[in-house]
């Protein structure tokens, strides 16, 4: 056997025996869908805690559960824009006119992305 030969086999070997430790590594379980709004609402930088990012969560593991990624990414935005608006006038978070104006721009902004967002669930 040439030394080609030798590294051959000792390549071809170790290639068998990864790919036989992979194949009985246990799956990896796919995210479910509140861990991926979580991460969906954090990068738009929503953090918690607040109700804005709670209302975040809600909306985006409503629509993931759909099926629908890409408008759960619109409505992660929907409710930053709503916070960037409510702190615009002025309000201070954590305050029930801060909610109260936060659901209402969430709820006006969301038409713009589904029609259907009279299900979403509301701050107040």
Known sequence: ??????????????ALVVAA??????PVPPATAQ?????????QGINPPSEVFEYCLSQATRVLEWGEPMLARSFARVALDAQEACLGYGLQPQTS????????ESFARGL???PDVRTSVPLN
Do not use: D, Y
């Not at 430790?21 to 246990?26: A, E, G, K, Q, T």
């Open 1 to 14: 056997m040439t030394n080609s030969q030798l590294h051959a086999a000792i390549a071809l070997g170790s």
């Open 21 to 26: 430790f992979v194949s009985l590594l246990p």
């Open 35 to 43: 861990s991926q709004a979580q991460r969906i609402c954090r990068e």
């Open 97 to 104: 006119g801060f909610r109260t104006c936060v659901g209402r």
């Open 112 to 114: 713009l992305v589904s």
